[in-house]
Every structure is written in structure tokens, then in C-alpha cells.
């Protein structure tokens, strides 16, 4: 019976996918938990949605954590300003240029960076970043007619903007994406739990906690190849593979930070 | 199979830094020649202070916020957003407040607003030159975190009005 064949088929592919972690994408969409919207009618959805973009105004500095329009105006020159931005752990950041008002020649700018960066140190590092620091730059006034729509490679990214004439400004509009397997992660709660999934990715990932935390670590799993767990090593991480680090330090940059512990083999339970 | 890897990994990375240290120090002893006729965000103070910062992180430049005597930008005091349902908060402009004093406390940059002009001009010429030096902000971690409970706030608060907007859609 071919309709029973094919039954088959995308059994075992479903199967298969679930099985090497490529289903994460529903767990993301679940509906009942994060998404109630989704469970509305076309009408319903279309009456909450009529003129729901959140706008505010923009401050010098300033941080968003929400979707919406934001616009900056300057009353007087400004001129070391940044807008931080964060999401939630499976989110990615994009930011559409609306309007923009300024004046590249006389020294204004505005730049978008893909990452955080304070007092020089990034986050993600630059050993942990896909690209180098210089093209995590976007400056508006080089490719501002070319890129008007930027996004970012984890939950945060930052502009920062300088504007000399009063009145001048730009509009910005931020949403949110979802990264399936979220790799450079900041938290913006103190406490909380995540689970960080790197399927069949040779990458460093990183979680920053930029409060005083305790930290506990359950099931960790490390080393796995094909379904098979890789040899343990007898003494320490050195020369292993895929380990975890603790990593503590006052600034923002995870290769800056000091270690506290190496974790190199999987285990249950609470570390 | 992965150690020779690693090495050469290694190997490569500490062949390739030198050369981004020796280019800081080819800059630095140039910069100062310049630096009178910097603008702020040069960090020209910054960089006699925390020389050895800078050379080891290259090429970075870190902007302060100026007009620290001047009130910050009142726009959330003014918001005339007609979507925006949030009030202008009390805690914001308090924020503000301890966010200059906070600065104010930390060593006093020269501005040089008179040299601004011919030095920004110069500035941009010399981003193109050096293929833009990353730009920081130098924000303290109490701030930032600050920052962050007023956009948790403001985000918590969003969603209360998207539930309230729900609720009363259901209720039709």
C-alpha cells in the first residue's frame, strides 16, 4: 500500500530528526505557553494586532528588551549615546532602520554592533564571535543605503550614535527572531535555568550572567558521537575535546574572565 | 589527530596577535601628535592613563558621556508616543540623576569643543585610515544593570497590557 509506505516513511524521518536534535523548532513554537495569541481566530488576532506597535522615544542611553518602533531626536548635541539591546535566551535581534536624520559629514554616526561591548570587552568574545570585531560594526553613514535591515548573532546587540544638530534623529524598529540553538547567551535575570543544545556544531558557546549568581550545573552532556559516548579521560581536561568552563571576572568579556572549574565529563544529577 | 591541530591552531594565533600589538604600538607613539587636536571620544587622557589597556586591546577607543553638567536628554519626560502605554517614570529621570553623578565622580575628560570641529574632521579621516576602530562605551556594571530592571520593568509591563487587551477581546 503506497499511502502506508509513506506513512512509513515519514515516520522514520520524523524519527530520525527527532533524534538528532533537530526538532527544536517546536519546542520553540510552543503555542500554550508562550504564544497564546496563536490560539485566536484570523479576526480576534487581527483586532489585538491593529496598532500594537509599541513606540516610545529614545534616550541616550537606554535599554530595550521588547519589540517595537523607537525613535531618538536629539534636543541638544549628543554625542557618546548607545541603546542596548537584549532578548530572551532563543531570541535574535534585528533592527530595521525607518528614518534616519543625521549628518554624516559633520560627525555624526551610527553604528550597530552585533554583541555588547563595555569599556572595550565584547561579549561574545572575539574567540567565540563568527566575525571580527571590525565587520561587527555596521556604520549606518558607509552601508546605511545598502543594509537597512541588521541582525544579530545572539540575543543582544547595541547601536551607538552621535548626533551633533538638534532636532536630528533617526527611527528605528526592533523585533525578534528565534535562534533555534542559541550559542552566546546573556542573561537578563539573576536567576533562572537554561539549557543550552549544540548539535553537530564544533563552536564555542558562551552564558553570561552579569549579576552574582550561584551557579548549578545538571546533566551535563559532552562528547557525543553518532550516539556513542567517547572514552572518558582518566586525568583532568586537558587535551579533551568538549569541556565546560566556569568562568568569573568583573567585566563583560568571557576570554578576560578568570576560571573557577572545568567540567570534561558528562554526568547527571546537580554539579 | 586533533593535538597537531590544536598546536597549529595555536601556533598560528600567537604568530598572527604580535602583529595587531606591534600595529597598537606603531599607533600609539602617532597619537599623541594628534591628540591635542582629538575630540573626546579619542580619549587622549584615557589613553595616558590606561596606556597599556590600549595596547593590548589594539585599537579601541572608549566614548565617555560628555555634558555631564548639563541635565540629560528629557525626552522620557516628554514622551508624546500616542501607542506608548507606559507613563513617564519618576525612577527613570532618578536614574538619570545617579547615572551623571555616578560619572561625574569618575576622572573629568577634557572636551575641547573648539577643537572638535577640525578634530572630528580629522577623526573621520583617520576611522577610514584604520578601518574604524571599535567604538565602546565606558558604562559601569551597577548602570547597565540598572538599565536592564527599567527595560525588565518596561517589558513586564507591556505584557500586562497585552493581557489586559486579551482578556477584554475574550470578554466580547
Not at chain 1, 506597535?53 to 554625542?79: H, K, N, V, W
Not at chain 1, 561591548?117 to 561587527?136: A, M, N, V, Y
Amino acid at each position: 500500500m503506497p499511502s502506508a509506505f509513506q506513512f512509513q516513511c515519514h515516520f522514520i524521518l520524523i524519527f530520525l530528526a527527532a533524534s538528532k536534535g533537530e526538532t527544536r523548532y517546536l519546542e520553540v513554537r510552543d503555542a500554550v505557553e508562550d504564544e497564546p495569541f496563536l490560539l485566536l481566530s484570523e479576526d480576534l488576532k487581527r483586532e489585538l494586532s491593529a496598532g500594537q506597535i509599541y513606540r516610545r522615544s529614545l534616550r541616550c542611553i537606554d535599554m530595550l528588551s521588547i519589540e517595537g518602533q523607537f525613535t531618538f531626536t536629539a534636543d541638544q548635541p549628543q554625542l557618546h549615546c548607545a541603546t542596548f539591546f537584549i532578548g530572551e535566551p532563543e531570541d535574535l535581534i534585528t533592527i530595521d532602520y525607518d528614518f534616519v536624520n543625521i549628518d554624516c559629514q559633520g560627525g555624526d554616526f551610527l553604528k550597530v554592533f552585533d554583541g555588547w561591548i563595555l569599556k572595550g570587552e565584547k561579549f561574545p568574545s572575539s574567540l567565540d564571535h563568527p566575525l571580527p570585531t571590525s565587520q561587527r560594526y555596521v556604520d549606518f553613514c558607509d552601508s546605511g543605503n545598502i543594509q537597512r535591515s541588521i541582525s544579530s548573532s545572539q540575543n543582544v546587540a547595541m547601536i551607538f550614535f552621535r548626533i551633533h544638530q538638534p532636532g536630528n534623529g533617526f527611527t528605528v524598529t526592533v523585533k525578534k527572531n528565534a535562534n533555534l540553538f542559541p550559542c552566546n547567551v546573556i542573561s537578563q535575570t539573576p536567576s533562572g535555568r537554561f539549557t543550552m543544545v549544540s548539535p553537530h556544531q564544533h563552536r564555542n558557546c558562551s552564558f553570561s550572567i552579569i549579576y552574582p549568581v550561584v551557579i548549578k550545573i545538571s546533566d551535563l552532556i559532552l562528547g557525543h558521537l553518532n550516539g556513542l559516548l567517547l572514552k572518558k579521560p582518566s586525568v583532568g581536561c586537558a587535551g579533551v575535546g568538549d569541556f565546560v568552563e566556569l568562568l568569573g571576572g568583573n567585566g563583560l568579556d568571557p576570554s578576560k574572565m578568570f576560571p573557577l572549574a572545568d567540567l570534561c565529563h558528562s554526568f547527571h544529577g546537580v554539579s | 589527530m586533533k593535538i597537531p591541530l590544536l598546536v597549529s591552531t595555536g601556533i598560528l594565533l600567537v604568530a598572527l596577535l604580535p602583529c595587531q600589538e606591534c600595529r597598537a604600538l606603531s599607533k600609539s607613539p602617532i597619537a599623541p601628535h594628534g591628540a591635542l587636536h582629538q575630540p573626546d571620544f579619542f580619549q587622549q587622557q584615557q589613553q595616558q592613563q590606561t596606556l597599556p589597556v590600549l595596547l593590548r586591546m589594539g585599537e579601541e577607543y572608549f566614548l565617555r558621556l560628555g555634558n555631564l553638567n548639563k541635565r540629560p536628554v528629557g525626552s522620557f519626560s516628554a514622551s508624546s508616543s500616542s501607542t506608548s502605554h507606559l507613563q513617564p517614570e519618576a525612577s527613570a529621570s532618578n536614574f538619570f540623576r545617579e547615572a551623571v553623578q555616578e560619572l561625574q565622580q569618575l576622572p573629568e575628560r577634557s572636551l575641547g569643543s573648539p577643537e572638535e570641529g577640525e578634530g572630528e574632521g580629522e577623526a573621520v579621516e583617520r576611522e577610514k585610515r584604520s578601518e574604524e576602530p571599535p567604538i565602546s562605551l565606558d558604562l559601569t556594571f551597577h548602570l547597565l544593570r540598572e538599565v536592564l530592571e527599567m527595560a525588565r520593568a518596561e517589558q513586564l509591563a507591556q505584557q500586562a497590557h497585552s493581557n489586559r487587551k486579551l482578556m477584554e477581546i475574550i470578554g466580547k
